[in-house]
């Protein structure tokens, strides 16, 4: 995809945000961002706790306001008035850690329905809205009719998810969407946001601990460290760095890891293996006297 | 942001002040507070004044800190303020209507406010400068005589310090919810008083479910290591006075005696 072409959806310059600015608690969560995020990408931000990646979603929404910086959604400055970044919120969702733990209302349909009543859209906007929203994560019409505290914790979390995707955001993010979730749940789960990317070219920012799961899907990655992005470019090219990776404290994908290995070996394997689907179509080509190079 | 919150926040330090027993502060903070509403004329008042001085800077609190506390209370000393000035009898200065502003008005107002400011500035030191946990160990120490007529002291103790403890959890977790559901286009700065009220309740809704579930799972986390109360029940850390605290006390002794000196004289 050529994407440098196109005007970025997203784009930050230089934000600095520091907590307790002034009192012993002081830390300085970011020192300095630049990014950019184009339609239709789908991007991972990987980093170690406190490495500042939660703090940097929160300004894409305009929830948070930075120190020093700007932050254009859609080539406008969200902190330009007093009403954008309100505006900002409806164009780019943000799905907090445990979304779950924001449910409140008496049935699932009025949880998800919250968004788009915001958005201040008429009744059957809202619920063609909703009945999508739900689409896109599995929920069925029975359960849109039940509480949302008598939900499974899977169910629960994609409801909550339901709730930002029903406001149709142009830019999706999520803080670790699978944290808690069982390998199954798991896989449900990135398979919904998949199909939001797909059905609606949105752009989807995922942020997280796995490394298998920023390979997965992502086109791009981002790596955070101390404030600061200090990698940014395709899976092939962040794994690689496997040595500056680990310094950071992070690792690279199992499965990328056994094919350095192999190749070191000698194993003819292509360079952008990263899931263990990758590695066993790989293994399986060699053997049946094909060549692994060729995807 | 709630997080910028500093009342009753503690603020670690090495000082003097923050290594006193926190018996003999918490007997400190009654004697400042017995002291202050002793104080009667401008020399008290001073006097008064140069302690708090004092304490903050051997505390190395930051004025600004106090300030900003201060600031969270601001209504009520106005408040105050106000109510004194224009319900006090006395030689009349200037009349409106009904609303009379007399000379003694004025006066009492202005001590007052001095009253409050030094108050509360005062006692905040106490929190500023003692973490809950060593707070409620003194709390509890200083009550332990009430356990003969079986009041439950260490329960109470127990109670205060979740509580404590609970406060920045509560207040991480709300900045967190009102984050989620403003991300979801909630509006809580605009709009009729009702329209606000209504507002809250994506908020509250789900802080009560988590304020529950953490009580259940604390209490499940006690009983999973034995907790079982006060009895026979022995501390990591004891409580200990030292040299300090006994001058600490005698100050105190003598502060006390100062503002009655100074009464006489002013």
């Known amino acids: 995809m050529s994407v440098q072409t196109r005007e970025p959806i997203i784009r930050t310059e230089n934000i600095k945000h520091t907590y307790s600015s002034g009192t012993p608690f002081e830390f300085a969560a970011l020192r300095g961002v630049d990014f950019e995020a184009y339609p239709g990408e789908y991007i991972g931000i990987i980093g170690r706790t406190g490495s500042g990646k939660s703090t940097f979603i929160q300004h894409l929404n305009g929830l948070l306001k930075p120190e020093s910086g700007k932050i254009f959604v859609g080539g406008i400055d969200i902190h330009s008035s007093k009403e954008e970044p309100r505006r900002a919120r409806f164009r780019v969702g943000l799905v907090f850690q445990f979304p779950e733990y924001q449910l409140f209302e008496e049935t699932v349909y009025k949880d998800i329905a919250f968004g788009p009543k915001n958005m201040g859209l008429n009744d059957t906007e809202i619920d063609e809205r909703v009945r999508e929203a739900a689409r896109f994560v599995n929920l069925g019409d029975d359960i849109l009719e039940r509480s949302p505290f008598d939900l499974s914790g899977g169910q629960r979390r994609r409801a909550a998810i339901a709730g930002v995707i029903a406001m149709r955001p142009e830019v999706l993010i999520l803080d670790e969407p699978t944290a808690g979730l069982d390998p199954q749940g798991r896989d449900e789960l990135l398979a919904n946001i998949d199909a939001y990317h797909g059905e609606r070219g949105a752009t989807v920012i995922i942020v997280t601990h796995s490394m298998e799961e920023a390979a997965r899907r992502a086109e791009r990655i981002c790596v955070f460290s101390n404030g600061k992005i200090v990698m940014n470019g395709t899976p092939t090219e962040v794994f690689r760095e496997g040595d500056a990776l680990a310094a950071m404290g992070l690792g690279v994908p199992k499965a990328a890891l056994i094919a350095t290995r192999l190749r070191a070996l000698g194993v003819p394997l292509r360079d952008d293996i990263y899931t263990t689907e990758d590695i066993k179509d790989a293994l399986i080509a060699i053997k049946n006297g094909g060549d692994g190079r060729a995807s | ?266």
Not at chain 2, 43 to 48: E, G, K, P, W
Not at chain 2, 109 to 124: E, N, Y
Not at chain 2, 187 to 200: F, K, P, Q, W
């Open chain 2, 1 to 266: 942001m709630l997080r910028d919150i500093t009342l009753g926040q503690y603020f670690p330090g090495n000082t003097v002040v923050h290594r006193l027993d926190p018996r003999t502060k918490l007997i400190m903070t009654v004697v400042y507070i017995v002291a202050l509403f002793m104080a009667k004329g401008w020399l008290s008042y001073a006097f008064m004044a140069c302690v708090l001085f004092g304490m903050i800077f051997a505390s190395k609190i930051k004025l600004k800190t106090i300030a900003k506390s201060l600031k969270a209370i601001a209504i009520v000393i106005v408040f105050t303020a106000i109510l004194n000035m224009f319900f006090t009898q006395g030689e009349v200065l200037f009349k409106l209507w009904i609303l009379k502003i007399t000379r003694e008005g004025v006066l009492m107002a202005v001590k007052m406010t001095i009253r409050l400011v030094l108050l509360i500035s005062g006692t905040f030191l106490l929190t500023y400068t003692t973490s809950p946990i060593a707070l409620t160990d003194g709390i509890e120490a200083l009550l332990n005589p009430l356990k003969k007529i079986r009041f439950p002291v260490h329960e109470l103790a127990m109670m205060m310090s979740i509580a404590l403890r609970m406060v920045p959890t509560l207040i991480e977790e709300t900045d967190k919810i009102m984050s989620a559901q403003k991300a979801r286009g909630a509006d809580m700065e605009t709009g009729s008083i009702l329209h606000r009220a209504r507002a809250l309740i994506p908020i509250l809704v789900p802080l009560f479910i988590s304020a529950f579930r953490r009580a259940d799972e604390l209490a499940e986390a006690m009983e999973s290591r034995c907790y079982h109360g006060g009895q026979g029940r022995t501390r990591m850390k004891t409580l200990g006075m030292k040299a300090r605290d006994y001058i600490a006390l005698l100050c105190g002794a003598g502060a006390i005696a100062v503002v009655v000196f100074a009464n006489l004289l002013l």
